[in-house]
């Protein structure tokens, strides 16, 4: 049997596959990356199901149309409207089997083989991923503590085949670094002498603040070739695979459509009813709030943990919200290097070689705080900064 070259260049995600061996119990593990179940609201959720049953009966198990549930997409441009004044309506949004498929399906709308994709650097694994699959060239511009290298930003821009930049501007994966609204309103002032090239900002995090106050888009709203991606994976519930995609471009949504169609032909069509009916009958602030108070208890924990416990020369990101904080090693050593020894004292954590498209070896690792408790993450921290001074 012979392989696409597409999918023989695609790596297997690195997460996946070490969370294969930091699953044993005995491991504290910061590799994953799951939301806390808590933020499953399992019998709000339980009710809307019989609910939605009740009510809409044999539609919540028919095929369904591409764009999505409508109700679930008039719900999102409410909420968009009135959080960011994006002057949006249902028609100019998609649901997608998560956000992750609307990454796919991005790079098969813009990208031909050998394009380019502007990327933070570090990178969302999971977007490297599904952007590869699109065979393009990736040019990597550096994510400091505020938000793109601007002069590298511009740089890239300046490549003839450019066709899209895609950022995370709150709490990034993997990172927990937020644009400041001086960058936000550097990166627009650059891009909007770029007409052809779409900006992307995924932004799966950004409600889940649990420090400053929200910040409005890059583009949403006010440069022509902007999209917004959104999920409901972090603040309801990953397995039910809600995104969704908001893009005032038609043309772009019309391929995006098409692209989909070819996909999977809709969304779960079941999830959504749910979803809808879930998000209409309950006070869904306040199930974030409850999130957000956990997450920023426990990123605190790790805070206050690494301040104690690390030795010198080691450094880390202070987010604001989501639910990862980014360590660099002093002298260059290579996190990769101390992963396997971390392995054997049973911590795990994420070596960063995998969110850069251009690097390897790098020193730097990511750490998640959502899935233990502040002990646990005190005497985890303890071992990884014991570790750390032994090499
Ligand atoms: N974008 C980013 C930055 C993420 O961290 C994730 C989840 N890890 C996704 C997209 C995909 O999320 P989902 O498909 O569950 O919406």
Redesign the pocket.
Known sequence: MEFSQRILDTPSSFIRNILKVTDSPNVISFAG?LPNPISFPVEKLRESVNRAIDEDGSKLFQYSTTTGYAPLRQYIADKYNHNFDLGITADDIIIT?????A?TLLGQVLVNEGDGIIIEEPG?L??IQAFMLAQPTFYPVTLEQDGLNLDELKEALEKPNAKFIYT?PNF??PTGLTYTQEKRDAVYDILKDYPDIVLIE?D??GELRFEGTALPYIGGGRLPNSVI?G????TVA?GM???FIISKNKELMTHVETAKQAADLHTNIFSQYVLHDYLTHNEYKEHVEKIIDLYGKQANAMLDALEKYMPEGVTWTKPEGGMFIWATLPDNKSALDMFSKAMEADIAFVPGDPFYTGSQHVPTLRLNYTASTPEVIDEGIKRLAELFKKY
């Open positions: 990356g089997t998560g956000s992750q498929q990454l969302y999971g977007a995370v990034q994966n995924d799966p995090y991606l999920s409901f994976s972090k990953p695979r809600i995104g």
